[in-house]
């Protein structure tokens, strides 16, 4: 069953096109990651996908569903989005970031009940952050912000979760424990990634996007490849198929002399 769809999407910002007939599909319970270099339209991309930004043309389908016709509170039950930099106004703390999540299940004004206080533990559980429940957001450091607003957004408890580099600010081991958490999760997930190994390892597809159009999609085995590396990222690179992973893994040479 495919869980999130968009087709033709074009959205352009002061007569400049950022993306033009972008189309793809995610089926239920995958993880399909979202690639390209730096500008190429991937966290606008997000946020169309997100219901963030309306776009000039195409449509986007939540489990089949025109996504500008749903309220925001049904949207928001069925579909997460972590971004990058949250803008946070006040200083507070963890509980309260991840208690966010459970609005679109709160009545208005409504106190925290039994359910919102296990979707919470739990989110805080599942991404490490149960000790940091009473730290204040500004004590945090970047990579326990990203987790405390992946938290937020589990306890949420979507259909589809979309986020915008999850692994930024993280070391390497907290990058492998996101993803691979990601990767075991009941739910769809659709994320940008800067990583080509990484994506290559926990992603079931990917979408490679540049110049705002979709360049290539498919498995990473299909897509990961010596000569898309070369056209789209102007590097040189080895792709072999890791011994100990079984999946594509790139060896960069340098900068390609041409494109």
Request: charge should be negative; proline fraction near 4%.
């Amino acid at each position: 069953m495919t869980a999130l769809e968009v087709r033709g999407i074009v959205w352009t910002v002061g007569g400049a096109g950022i993306l033009s007939g972008v189309s793809l599909a995610v089926r239920s319970g995958e993880v399909l990651g979202i690639l390209g270099p730096n500008g190429a339209g991937k966290t606008s991309l997000l946020r169309v996908l997100a219901g963030l930004r309306r776009p000039d043309a195409g449509v986007v389908l939540l489990g089949g569903e025109d996504l500008r016709g749903m309220r925001r509170r049904t949207a928001a039950r069925r579909l997460a989005i972590v971004e990058q930099s949250p803008e946070v106004h006040e200083d507070i703390t963890v509980q309260d970031t991840v208690a966010l999540g459970r609005t679109p299940h709160r009545r208005t004004f409504g106190a925290l009940d039994g359910d919102d206080r296990r979707a919470m533990d739990h989110a805080l559980a599942l991404t490490g952050m149960s000790s940091f429940r009473d730290r204040s957001w500004r004590s945090l450091s970047g990579g326990e912000q990203q987790r405390a607003q992946l938290a937020r957004a589990l306890a949420q408890e979507p259909e589809v979760i979309v986020l915008d580099e999850p692994t930024n600010h993280l070391d390497i081991r907290y990058q492998l424990e996101v993803l691979g958490l990601l990767a075991s999760l009941d739910m769809t997930v659709v994320t940008a990634l800067h990583d080509l190994n990484l994506a290559a390892r926990f992603c079931d597809e990917v979408v490679v996007i540049d110049g705002g159009r979709v360049r290539a999609a498919g498995p990473p085995a299909d897509v990961v490849t010596s000569t898309l590396l070369r056209e789209v990222y102007a590097v040189d690179a080895i792709v072999e198929e890791s011994p100990h992973t079984g999946t594509p893994v790139a060896t960069f040479l340098g900068s390609a002399r041409a494109r």
